[in-house]
């Protein structure tokens, strides 16, 4: 079993292509028989495989490079050689292809099933292609083409519609559990959540992905903490759930720290649509300090949340499918809902 691994890096290599044949056809009564020797074989290629079972990136760790066979000679009687076998490469869905020398991204297989990333190199032609009627006996024939070889980047982003932002010990894990199938580890101290956990939230006849990720740190920015390595898993959401502790000391200002790591971390990030969720209502105080945290972001939709109140997860149901956007197309079934809002200067400014 291997455990949790989001990135690594692999050297790939493409087969060459086989060389082509030098053969003369040699049959008794058969005079000035004529060249007749066969192409190479293609080289394999490098392709990889999306597999909707796999979830981790762990089983590359264990075979680090992946070489395609070479194609084989071409033969004589034009007898062509065989092909090289591919190279496949299993990897889960949301994986992308870097340089790992630049970290470019080469290519995201997002949407892929099979895709072929190097290619085999061509197989040579044999003698029996250059006859003309002034060289009929050619004694050479090409060799067959190199393949491509490159060290890569291999990593894995998971795919999520919403996903959930907060402190340790805000609540995501709770509320993933509440809302889906998943069965995240709850405990009362923090980073329970060590790796992005995934559940699915069933509405409207649609899936919704839920990515709960390890409990941000202030300083995430610089380093501190683990929540921030992982803040790459919800590059690709649609919207984010930002989860405020109501029975935190900090309550007021934990959205606004939260907002800035993720700021530093990437502008676009912050520009999703998204929603506040303020966690434990039911703990002391908690109505009221969810009074003022509404009132502090009159902008934004502020909803309140306790795992002992089922009447208070409609809502926060209803608001991720407004932040997915599985009604963009069913308008007639939206029930009038409106799109969030962002939180910039430009909502402000118009309003």
Known sequence: MFGFSDETYIDVQS???????????????????????????????????????????????????????????????RMYGRDGKDVEIPVPPGTVIKNAETGEIIKDLTGEERYVFLKGGKGG??????????????????????????????????IADIG???????????????????RSKVAGYPFTTKIPQLG??????????????????EGASEGLGMGFKFLRHISRTKGLAYLVDLSDENYLTAF??????????????VKKPYVIIGTKIDEEEGEERF?????????????????????????????????????????EDNGGFTSIVNRDAEYRDEN
Request: aromatic letters at 8%.
């Open 125 to 158: 032609l044999g003698n029996w292609h250059f006859r003309t009627s002034t060289h009929q006996t050619p004694r050479f024939a090409q060799p067959g083409e190199k393949g491509e070889a490159m060290r890569i980047g291999v990593e894995l982003l998971v």
């Open 256 to 269: 606004d720290k939260l907002y800035a790591e993720l700021n530093e971390y990437s502008e676009d990030l």
């Open 200 to 217: 699915v939230l069933r509405m409207y006849d649609q899936d919704i992905i839920l990515a709960d990720i390890p409990g941000i740190l």
């Open 164 to 182: 959930f932002v907060g402190f340790p010990n805000a609540g995501k894990s709770s509320l993933l559990n509440l809302l889906t199938n998943a």
């Open 291 to 331: 009074k003022e945290l509404k009132e502090k972001y009159k902008d934004v939709e502020v909803l309140p949340l306790s795992i002992y109140m089922d009447e208070l997860l409609e809502p926060v149901k209803k608001a991720f499918v407004k932040l997915s956007g599985v009604l963009d197309n069913k308008k």
């Open 15 to 77: 087969g060459d292509g086989g060389a082509g044949c030098v053969s003369f056809r040699r049959e008794k009564f058969v005079p000035k028989g004529g060249p007749d020797g066969g192409d190479g074989g293609r080289g394999g290629d490098v392709v990889f495989v999306v597999k909707d079972n796999l979830r981790t990136l762990g089983h590359l760790k264990m075979v680090r490079v992946y070489r395609a066979e070479n194609g084989r000679g071409g033969q004589g009687a």
